[in-house]
C-alpha cells in the first residue's frame, strides 16, 4: 500500500498540523498489468468517492506517474487533467509550499512504513507562478522550469498532479501511459535471461532490491556485460515484487 500526504509546508515543516490530504493507493490486483483501488480525502472536503485504475504496467514509470493518474481519476474521473488555459489574474488563489509525501506499507500496516518519495510545490515571487521538485528512491531528482497556474479557487491535488505533468514535459498534460517492459532476452542452453544493463529504471534497482530480500543474486554470463537474472526471475518481479 502507499499512503501520501499532502502538506501546507516546506519539506522540512510537514507535520500533522499542515495536511491539506492524504491518498491511499492499494492493489486490487498484483500482476505485471496491476488494477488498482484508492480513496483520497481533502481536508475541509472529506473523503471522495472510490477510485480505481485498471491494468497499470508495473515497474515501468516513476511512482509519480501512478500517483498523477490516481489523482486526476479522483477529482474528474478520468485519466486526464483538466482544462489548464486560465488567463493571468493578480487575485488569483495560491500557495507560498506545498509538499508531498510517499510512504510505503508492504504489508497494509504501519510497521514497516517507509518514506519512498517526495514532491516540493514552491511558490514564485509573483501569485501562481511556481516550480517544482520531485524526487523517489528509484530515480534521480526531477526539477520543473517555472509554470503558471491562476485559478480563482485551488485544488491542491490538482496542483500537484499539474506540478508532475509539467516537470515532465512542460505541458499540463499527463504524458502517454508507460508501457510494460520487456526485455529480450538471452538464451544459454535452455535457459532464458535477462541482462540487467538493458533493463529501465525503476526496474532495474527495483529487481536487484528485490533479490536482495530474497538472499538471491543475480547471475554471471560469458559475452555479457554486466549482471543478469534468469527470465523466469524477472517475470515474478513483474507480477509479485512489492
Known sequence: ?????LHYA???TVNDRNVLGRLD???????ARADYKALMFITGVGELAPIRLDNYPRWSASIWD??????CLGLSHTEALGPADLPYVRKCAFIDDMTAVIEHCPDGSDSRRAVIATAHVRGG?????????FTSDLHAPMHSTVFVHTPLGLSPWDLLARAYAWTVHERFELPSRPELYTPIPVQRGEQSYVALETVREPARTGILRWLHKRAMSPTALDLVCGPCVTEPQFVEFLRKAI
Open 1 to 5: 500500500m502507499l499512503k501520501i500526504s
Open 10 to 12: 516546506t519539506p522540512h
Open 25 to 31: 493507493i492499494a492493489y486490487a490486483k498484483l500482476d
Open 66 to 71: 501512478l500517483v498523477a493518474r490516481v489523482i
Open 125 to 133: 515571487k509573483r501569485k501562481g507562478h511556481y516550480t517544482a521538485t
